[in-house]
């Protein structure tokens, strides 16, 4: 229209039909919030994936200080004890958490997580290879985390869910068999069985610290700062530490190792897939670090798996995917 006091045209802007319909509000808003589910769940996998390869990475590498001068000790106090330094202000900042959290899911939690953990761990890598610890422990985690799960919080197995759990059994089976009867000697065995233990811890951590509602950073920091106040007085009193005749590039290794990329790295991708995922789906990256850990055993450790412990290694990863991806649906409210 113009005007004719200024010579000037004005133009009224009216917002678009399409626009201003209340249909397509609601359609924009949904889109965004596919979107925004869309992202974090892809930020869940890539924290996963990062979880699997940083595992298997501290299985090689933990077996292979096992092999060296340093002791299960050693190796668990530069992991949580490097980690206290650099976390110590993200727990100072928010505080174990004991009335939030509670005592005892703190306790499960430094537990499932802290030092028994590792220590179980270190031990097992004694007796059996990298490859059984990745198996056994990291992948029969999901499991254990369903069991868990099933036990104290009433959740139901689907058909699907009972053939997976049937065919992890089988896979350690096959990976015990071989333990017993070809390397009775060797003592596996033992190994398999700590690190089944281990697996177990870990699972009870992993189902507290997903209804503790604590954020990721603040779970790394407790577990990480209260084990390395717990255990270094230990350590340094009542052990032999042989951190000190140790060569320096081995315990560089160990230190960037242990202290930062799982102590701090993995702990805190964990945290964030479990979050984003929800502990079942972020639990299935862990059926990936058996095979990564024998692709890095072969080079590094020399570590070649047998017939019987490669046909267990598949077994277990394929039943882990049928647990963690057979969940029963939810029923309509």
């Known amino acids: 229209m113009r005007d004719s006091a200024q010579g000037v045209h004005s133009v009224r802007i009216r917002p678009m039909p399409w626009a201003a319909h209340p249909e397509n509000r609601d359609g924009t808003m949904k889109i965004g919030r596919v979107a925004m589910a869309s992202n974090t769940w892809g930020v869940g996998v890539l924290c996963g994936l990062a979880v699997a390869l940083i595992w298997s990475g501290w299985s090689v590498a933990t077996r292979f200080a096992m092999k060296t001068e340093l002791a299960p000790a050693d190796v668990t106090f530069l992991r949580f004890g490097v980690s206290a330094l650099f976390l110590w202000p993200i727990l100072l900042r928010h505080g174990f958490g004991f009335q939030r959290i509670g005592i005892a899911r703190v306790c499960i939690m430094l537990v499932g997580a802290g030092v028994p953990f590792m220590m179980l761990a270190s ?55 071989q333990a017993l009867i070809v390397h009775w ?6 190994g398999d069985l700590l690190f089944l233990c281990a ?28 084990s390395g106040l ?21 315990l560089l290794f160990q230190v960037f190792a242990q202290g930062i990329c799982v102590a701090i790295l993995a702990m805190f991708f ?19 670090a058996p095979a990564l850990a024998v692709l ?9 798996p047998g017939g019987a412990g490669l046909a267990g290694i598949v077994l277990v990863m394929a039943g882990v995917v049928l647990v963690v991806t057979g969940v029963r649906p939810a029923k309509p409210a």
């Open 270 to 288: 964990y945290a964030e897939a479990v979050r984003r995922l929800g502990a079942p789906r972020a639990a299935i990256f862990g059926a990936l």
């Open 199 to 226: 697996g177990l811890l870990f699972a009870s951590y992993t189902v507290v610290q997903r209804r503790s509602g604590i954020s990721p950073w603040h779970a790394t920091a407790l577990v990480n700062v209260g």
């Open 296 to 304: 890095m055993g072969i080079p590094v450790l020399g570590e070649f």
């Open 123 to 177: 031990v097992g890598m004694r007796f059996a290879p990298a490859s059984h610890a990745a198996t056994l422990m990291i992948g029969m985690m999901p499991i254990f985390v369903a069991v868990l799960s099933a036990l104290f919080f009433k959740e139901r197995f689907s058909r699907v869910q009972l053939c997976g759990l049937a065919v992890v059994m089988v896979g350690a089976a096959c990976m015990g068999g």
């Open 230 to 250: 717990i255990f270094a007085p230990i350590y340094f009193l009542f052990l032999q530490p042989g951190i000190f005749a140790a060569p320096v590039p081995e």
């Open 185 to 190: 000697a060797d003592g596996q065995w033992r």
